[in-house]
């Protein structure tokens, strides 16, 4: 019961390796130590903020081991060649699924040296994360977190690699015009499903926006809590109110749940078609639940497959037995991002950091987003791809430029 | 809101609660005899989750046939959790009591966390996907199996605690303690035994739920706060009351969520806890007061 | 557990080693804010603080009172929830939206304090209505539009007297200090009056005192009115220090557990057993994460021993050290 509350004492992560010693006068001692000074080191540290326990704590270690392997990577290569080879050294940190925890951990990182800071996930953790990093003018690279607020408050610090809400949304939503128009225009009716939290929220309501513009009709809106232990009510509303589509918007235990419910309560709709879904990108849904999963389309953050450097990175990841998930390729490509800019400046002077990495061009990412271009913190050529589960295997089916498979839509009936 | 979602709503709600009451059960007892809430249910439920999970993927062992196995297992496990740590550390004390079982719970929900991480992990069997046509609905065969089991081990208990010596041992310090143990009962084993008897329960819930479900060092915390309701509403200490409690809140908790949402529904079992907490403490089969 | 404070017995010239502990806490506050320089160590004392504030307030119903509460994050979150609303959503000025906030906190603690006293709840019930309340609380602020549903509220940064947010982190201290300073104050004016006297003698024998002709709702009632009003403005201290706030941080189980912890650890029905038991919590918590080196979930259960521990050998808290701790024989001898 109480890991899900995780108690206020006790914030945690490591700070390097020393290991602190608490007790009254050496508390004191130790927190008087001065901020160090960053201008010639051998090695450069990153923050690296996840939630690791916690309700999310699925997704932050899978964060934080795309993050560690692109570390590796980059210190097996060289380290930063303009500072003289320095590797890269992560600080890490949790964030507990909590944004007081993470706000005190981004503290934390702060005082360990650290140059910048990379992760968050969660909408609400990241913008507790980016203002505290913004006091202390600490570069802080977003991984996941969608949030729409989180780049439009004017930190000069924040920078999101990938893309925003808005932005998903509309692709999605463009993204199925096409697919709806491409197949014959099926599909009129819509049903939604989302958490009840902040990304399902906010996306059940711009999708609640926008849709009936494009000729959509959306029957109905259901939120749900995290976790949820029953899906056969949604299950059987969906049954009766017989949608075209159904748009799930959850995190990945609550999505399986789902899917595996439809498929028991013998549900047919037409597609099913998320937005940033929990488990519709994840490679471990779909070998654990393949019947279930089945010809499920997503539109949300992916790699290139074409690229070799993706490639490599997908057998990286399976040699370390870490399942292939967005996360991780967010993770992955914003340390390189990072490690980029370093070089640019030469130097892991924060300010002079911020100032690189505003400037960036980085284009050797594997994510399908061309050239870098932050204009107020967000990339501008962060764009998510649309994705469908064949077979064993996920596949993008558009943008075209990236697809490595054609789309079926509708799809043929399943269970 | 179509009348022809309620029927399936109800068998669906009637299904889930099953699985409330069997989580209950254990819960209920150990609360009639000892009089102790213990935080830690739903720790232990997750941690014999835990095991049929292992019990099958390493193993090999289907859930349902890995009852023999967790069910005595966890059976030793509470008996020496209340004797050993509960009992001496509590003195006693209500209060105490409470809050030992909640470390307890932190110990063993992070404990989990450490060692099996925090991936969610499933059980993909043949029969889950099955389900019995009913007409007006379709139940998935382990919910299924999981009503018929509620009542089975609910019986079970009750011709323990009625038919057995033992179970008049245990009636005994639970109405009078200090005369149980004037007549020689040995009221710590009797404690410890209902401990017992309590965490063998969970850890058969546990089996049954699997299937239909999954497992993280997370879940516990999912079904505790409704396995609380249930004995209450049920009356703590009545087996009876566990089942019927159980079943009721399902229905609400279905009815609920079809009416308000499944985000608002949730407030139909917390505001039935509290008005039975505040009007009729005692619960529907209830016979001791706090 | 009788709450004798040690100066009722002995003259107020001599150092008791209560005494001799009180000063050197006073000594450790004043200079922390000077001699601290990472910002992460001076969350952390803030943080203390604010447990401490919210163990207090507990402190004045389940320690002087007797009855536990499961679910003070009812009010805590309410007055955090309160000061955020009615800046965001309203544009009040932050310094009146705190005084309402609390208001709203007090508000809350006399509604659930006149359902459940006036059904005679005590004990474990009590403890469950306060928890069910709580959850009741938190989905309500999930699903109401008001409060930013799940999404939450965040407050904007700007920094200044009439938004009461200080650009130095400093100042956050110091307005913890002050609350800790006020919640201290009421623990000893409920020690010295005749309020408090009421309340420690429903504690003891509720049923001696009605006899007394003490009312026992109203006593009651006051203490749940004011131990949330205190509770409320640790929220509205939370609003302020993190600007965000969701429905899982204002009325989750964190800090109801938080708000009772302390005071047990430390010492219930004692002026200074919530602020020496926040302070111990966190500085073990510390010590726990160091030992463990920040595994995943290992530094918690190393917490929960602890914890097991302290109400093993020390029932009475950490105040009780210096009335004799239970040694393993005694572990041993206790019937459960």
């Known amino acids: 019961m109480v890991e899900h509350c995780r108690m206020g004492p006790g914030r945690m992560g490591r700070v390097g390796r020393r290991a602190i010693v608490a007790g009254g006068a050496a508390v004191l001692a130790l927190g008087a130590m001065p901020l160090r000074g960053l201008a010639q080191v051998k090695t450069v540290k990153l923050g690296i903020l996840h939630p690791m326990t916690g309700a999310l704590s699925y997704s932050g270690s899978q964060g934080r081991a795309g993050a560690l392997l692109a570390i590796e990577e980059i210190n097996a290569a060289g380290g930063i060649k303009s500072m003289g080879g320095a590797k890269l050294d992560a600080v890490l940190g949790d964030a507990q699924s909590k944004p007081d925890v993470g706000a005190a951990e981004v503290d934390k990182l702060a005082d360990a040296g650290v140059a910048a800071v990379i992760g968050g996930f969660a909408s609400g953790i990241v913008l507790a994360t980016t203002q505290a990093a913004a006091r202390v003018n600490l570069p802080y690279i977003v991984d996941v977190g969608v949030a729409d607020g989180i780049v439009t408050r004017g930190l000069s610090n924040t920078f999101r690699f990938g893309p925003g809400q808005s932005k998903i949304t509309t692709t999605a939503i463009d993204n199925l015009m096409k697919l709806n128009d491409g197949a014959g225009k099926p599909a009129r009716t819509v049903m939604i499903v989302h958490e009840d939290g902040a990304f399902g929220a906010g996306l059940a309501k711009t999708m609640a926006d926008e849709l009936p ?62 937005v940033l879904g929990g488990a519709a990108s994840n490679v471990k849904f779909v070998t654990e639940f393949n019947e279930a999963a089945q010809y499920i389309m997503d539109c949300n953050h992916w790699y290139d497959p074409r690229k070799p450097a993706s490639i490599a990175f997908a057998k990286a990841l399976a040699d370390r037995k870490v399942d292939l998930t967005y996360e991780t390729m967010l993770n992955y490509s914003a340390v390189k991002l990072v490690a980029d800019a370093l070089e640019h400046a030469g130097t892991d002077d924060r300010a002079k950091l911020m100032v690189a990495l505003a400037a960036s061009t980085f284009d050797g990412h594997i994510m399908p987003y061309g050239p870098t271009k932050f204009v107020d913190g967000q990339n501008q050529g962060a764009q998510p791809v649309n994705t469908q589960i064949r077979g064993k295997v996920i596949e993008v089916i558009f943008p075209k430029e990236f697809a490595s498979a054609e789309p079926v839509f509708p799809m043929p009936p399943r269970g | 809101m179509s009348f022809s979602l309620v029927a399936p709503t109800v068998i669906n709600g009637l299904t889930m609660g099953a699985i409330y009451a069997l989580v209950a059960l254990g819960l209920t007892l ?10 830690a249910h739903g720790s232990l439920l997750m941690l014999a989750l835990y095991a049929v999970y292992f019990l099958h993927s390493q193993v090999g062992i289907d859930p349902y046939l890995a009852i023999p196995i967790v069910g005595p297992a966890f059976f030793v496990i509470g008996y020496v959790l209340q004797r050993g740590v509960i009992g001496r550390a509590s003195h006693g004390r209500e209060q105490t009591v409470l809050l030992v079982t909640l470390g307890l719970a932190l110990i063993i929900d992070n404990l989990a966390l450490y060692f099996w991480s925090a991936d969610t992990r499933t059980l993909d069997l043949a029969y889950a996907f099955e389900t019995i046509d009913l007409g007006v609905a379709l139940v998935p065969v382990p919910r299924a199996i999981a009503f018929a089991a509620a009542l089975l081990v609910a019986g079970l208990l009750w011709l323990v605690l009625d038919r057995t010596d033992l179970g008049k041992a245990i009636r005994a310090v639970a109405k009078e303690r200090q005369g149980a143990r004037l007549v020689g009962i040995n009221v710590d084993h009797i404690h410890a035994l209902c401990f017992g008897i309590g965490t063998a329960t969970v850890a058969v819930a546990a089996a049954i739920l699997l299937p239909a479900f999954y497992v993280t060092p997370q879940v516990g915390y999912t079904f505790v706060l409704v396995a609380f309701t249930t004995v209450v509403l049920g009356g703590m200490g009545s087996f009876a009351g566990a089942l019927v409690g159980g079943l009721l809140l399902g229905v609400v908790e279905a009815l609920g969520g079809l009416w308000f949402g499944e985000s608002l529904g949730e407030i139909a079992i917390f505001g039935l806890f509290i008005l039975v907490l505040l009007f009729r403490p005692t619960g529907l089969f209830g016979t001791k007061a706090a | 557990m009788v709450p004798t404070s040690p100066s009722a017995v002995v003259s107020n010239r001599v150092m008791t080693p209560h005494r001799l502990l009180a000063v050197l806490l006073v000594v450790t506050l004043l200079a922390v804010p000077f001699v601290v320089q990472s910002s992460f160590w001076l969350t952390f004392w803030t943080m203390t603080l604010l447990a401490a504030v919210l163990g207090q307030s507990w402190n004045i119903l389940g320690g002087y009172g007797g009855q536990s509460s499961f679910g003070h994050a009812a009010f805590f979150g309410t007055g955090a929830y309160a000061a955020a609303i009615l800046q965001v959503r309203f544009g009040v000025d932050a310094r009146l939206a705190a005084i309402a906030a609390i208001g709203f906190g007090a508000i809350a603690g006399a509604a659930i304090g006149m359902l459940s006293f006036r059904y005679g709840l005590r004990g474990s019930y009590f403890a469950l209505v306060t928890m069910a309340f709580a959850e009741v609380f938190r989905i309500i602020a999930v699903a109401w539009p008001l409060t930013g549903g799940g999404a939450g509220l965040n407050v904007p940064l700007h920094a200044g007297a009439a938004t009461l947010q ?10 913890a200090l002050a609350l800790v300073a006020i919640s201290i104050g009421l623990a000893a004016w409920l020690e010295r009056s005749r309020f408090g006297a009421w309340l420690v003698a429903l504690r003891e024998n509720e049923a001696a005192a009605q006899a007394l002709g003490i009312n026992i709702f109203r006593v009651k009632l006051g203490a749940i009115t004011l131990s949330a009003a205190l509770a409320a403005s640790a929220g509205v201290f939370y609003t302020q220090y993190f600007l965000y706030l969701d429905p899982g941080i204002a009325y989750g189980p964190g800090y109801s557990i938080e708000a009772l912890l302390g005071p047990i650890i430390g010492g219930t029905g004692t002026v200074l057993g919530p602020l020496i038991g926040a302070i111990s919590l966190h500085l073990l918590g510390r010590l726990a994460t160091a030992a463990t080196g920040g595994a995943p979930g290992l530094d918690l259960a190393f917490y929960g021993v602890l914890l097991i521990g302290i109400l093993a050998f020390l029932p009475r808290g950490l105040t009780g050290l210096g009335a004799g701790v239970n040694w393993p024989s005694a572990w041993r001898r206790s019937r459960g």
């Open chain 1, 213 to 274: 513009k494009r000729g959509f009709e959306i029957l109905e809106i259901i939120p749900h809590p995290t976790p949820n232990r029953d899906f056969t009510n949604i299950a059987l509303k969906i049954k009766a109110a017989n949608p075209d589509l159904l748009i799930p918007a959850n995190y990945y235990n609550e999505y399986v749940l789902l899917a595996r419910t439809l498929l028991q309560q013998k549900v047919q709709v037409k597609a099913i078609y998320s």
């Open chain 3, 166 to 175: 200080f650009v130095d982190r400093r100042g956050y201290y110091w307005a």
């Open chain 2, 30 to 39: 150990v609360y009639g005899v000892l009089h102790i809430i213990n935080f």
